[in-house]
């Protein structure tokens, strides 16, 4: 009693469509494009870039190495077959040079990991770089949201390369505080010279506004 017929079939397994293992009938291997492939030196936004793609996806346990199960695993299948699938959308992200250099890896793990050794050591000389844009930028003949807007995308791409305080006390606020005093003055210096009266105005408030509020006041 119990036993299985000779006319009946092994269980099959499945997985729902809310799995990390399910793909949808739209994914395929040239689904997942980036805005700009991982050449090397471009390898902070890169990496931002996929994650964002993948968290969408429910597929980032594939590159941190949370989703791997055993040989004994009953749904080895499905999780072969959504890393096959991961793997394609960075080899179709990356450079045709780079990626000849992973293509015969096994899982999408070692991929990531390997290119994370290779190319996020160059991220001091591109925080470097930044650092420079930002202290040279100008309004010139852009408009104050257009210069807002390419300010404010090298503050983000900086902070990307920061690694995010552990502290939960409130100790940071001061420090946190600081940066954006810094931004604000960043922002206000690269001004033209016909903004004068209203950056004097918001150097004398206390305390200074934050960075979104003096780009609303400028703008007014």
């Given amino acids: 009693m119990g036993e299985a017929t000779p006319n009946q079939t092994p269980k099959e397994f499945s997985v729902s469509p809310s799995d990390a293992l399910s793909l949808h009938p739209s994914d395929h291997p040239g689904l997942i494009r980036v805005a700009k492939l991982l050449e090397g030196d471009n390898y902070g936004q890169w990496s931002r870039s996929m994650k964002i793609a993948l968290s969408a996806k429910n597929k980032l346990g594939f590159i941190d190495g949370t989703i791997m199960p055993t040989g004994e695993d009953p749904r080895l299948s499905f999780w072969t077959r959504c ?4 793997l394609s959308w960075i080899l179709n992200s990356v450079h045709v040079n780079i990626s000849g250099s992973v293509i015969y890896a096994e899982t999408t793990v070692d991929v990531w990991n390997d ?4 190319f996020s050591q160059r991220n001091d000389t591109r925080i470097y770089q930044i650092r420079q844009e930002i202290s040279e930028l100008r309004q010139g003949l852009e408009s104050v949201s257009i210069y807002y ?3 404010k995308a090298l503050w983000d791409e900086l902070s990307s390369y ?11 606020k001061p420090f946190s505080d600081e940066q954006e005093k810094e931004k604000v003055m960043q ?3 690269g001004l033209n010279d016909s903004f004068a009266a209203v950056r004097g105005s918001i150097l ?4 200074l506004p934050d960075t979104r ?3 609303a006041l400028v703008l007014q």
């Fill in 213 to 215: 509020k003096t780009h």
């Fill in 149 to 151: 807007t390419k300010l």
């Fill in 187 to 189: 922002f206000l210096m």
């Fill in 204 to 207: 004398m408030m206390n305390p």
């Fill in 162 to 172: 920061r690694t995010p305080p552990c502290c939960t006390c409130g100790g940071m």
């Fill in 83 to 86: 890393n096959h699938m991961v």
């Fill in 115 to 118: 290119l994370h050794d290779r």
